[in-house]
């Protein structure tokens, strides 16, 4: 399984960012996806997760309802949609995927590479 996030950018606090994660390799329609971040100089941490089927979605308390996971299969590409956007959203995100959700990285084998959120005050 290949990983390919794109989608970030530079943006003001308020502004809105989609984030999308394409897919290749095996079927995609049988993981769990996640988003996580990485801050300068902090561990990389949770931001959401979806199921296989997008039947049910986690997030984490800081991007709980500004942030939007969602999945089309039919694209092979998982979103983040992001709202409210504030500075300290600033991180690389990447996105991951699993045979089921989970919270921690652990969960995740596969990774794409980081696409770079910069929130400006």
């Known amino acids: 399984v290949q990983l390919q996030a794109s989608g970030g950018g530079l943006v003001q606090a308020g502004d809105s960012l989609r984030l999308s994660c394409a897919r290749s390799g095996r079927t995609f329609s049988r993981y769990a996806m996640g988003w996580f971040r990485q801050a300068p100089g902090k561990e990389r941490e949770f931001v959401a997760a979806i199921n296989w089927s997008g039947g049910s979605t986690y997030y984490a308390d800081s991007v709980k309802g500004r942030f939007t996971i969602s999945r089309d299969d039919a694209k092979n590409t998982v979103y983040l949609q992001m709202n409210s956007l504030k500075p300290e959203d600033t991180a690389v995100y990447y996105c991951?995927?699993?045979?089921?959700?989970?919270?921690?990285?652990?969960?995740?084998?596969?990774w794409g590479q980081g696409t770079l959120v910069t929130v400006s005050s």
């Open positions: 991951a995927a699993g045979t089921a959700v989970a919270g921690t990285e652990a969960g995740y084998p596969y």
